[in-house]
Each structure stands twice: as C-alpha cells, then as structure tokens.
Nanobody
Framework: QVHLVESGGGLVQPGGSLRLSCVAS????????VTWHRQAPGKQREPVAT???????NYTNSVKGRFTISRDDARNTIYLQMNSLKPEDTAVYLC????????????WGQGTQVTVSS
C-alpha cells in the first residue's frame, strides 16, 4: 500500500522559515516526479514546486527565490524549504507523486497545515 506522509507544518511569523517533508512508502521515490501543492481556504489547489526524477525543479512565480524543493531518494523523502514566509503562504500543503514508468500512477498525501501569522 502506498502512502505519502507530509510533516513539518505549523504556525510561523511572517519572515520565518519552515521545512516540509514528504515521506513515501510503498513506492520507490526515484521513479516519481513530485509536486508540492497548496490549498488555502476558499481557493483552488495550486502547484507550488516540482522536482523531476533527474532533480530538475520548477516553481510558481509567487515562491521563486523563497522556496526550494529537493529530494533524498535514499530516504524516499522530498523536502520543501520555505523561507521569508508571508501570510499569503498560509495553506494546507500536499505532496503529489506521479510516474509513467509502470503505466500512469499518481498518489496524493493528506497534507500539512502551514499558517503564517503574527
């Protein structure tokens, strides 16, 4: 059974930092591209950062220069380092993994809450 488990969320003041982790079990993460998404109350879910199997990265404009996505496939873990956090970054952050290596397979985690507030 496949699980993606996010952790590292919490309450932080504006300008602060958090590091989110997404630990995968039941799959070999190295075969998967992973995207961190976020969903704020009343808003649509949006992709924030993507890392490919070759560790190429892509970011939505609003987080460029502040967020960094990385992977440690030896630990089946994908990270999202978030710096200079803003109140508008408040959302549930979810991990999404996808591959075409064995046919199309996609998986979602349950999410971790990030709240940026003074």
């Amino acid at each position: 059974q496949v699980h993606l488990v996010e952790s590292g969320g919490g309450l932080v003041q504006p300008g602060g930092s958090l590091r989110l982790s997404c630990v995968a079990s039941g799959i070999t993460s190295s075969f998967y591209a992973v995207t961190w998404h976020r969903q704020a109350p009343g808003k649509q879910r949006e992709p924030v950062a993507t890392i490919t199997t070759s560790s190429a990265t892509n970011y939505t404009n609003s987080v460029k220069g502040r967020f960094t996505i990385s992977r440690d496939d030896a630990r089946n873990t994908i990270y999202l380092q978030m710096n200079s956090l803003k109140p508008e970054d408040t959302a549930v952050y979810l991990c999404y993994a996808e591959t075409n290596s064995f046919g199309r397979r996609t998986y979602w985690g349950q999410g971790t809450q990030v709240t940026v507030s003074s």
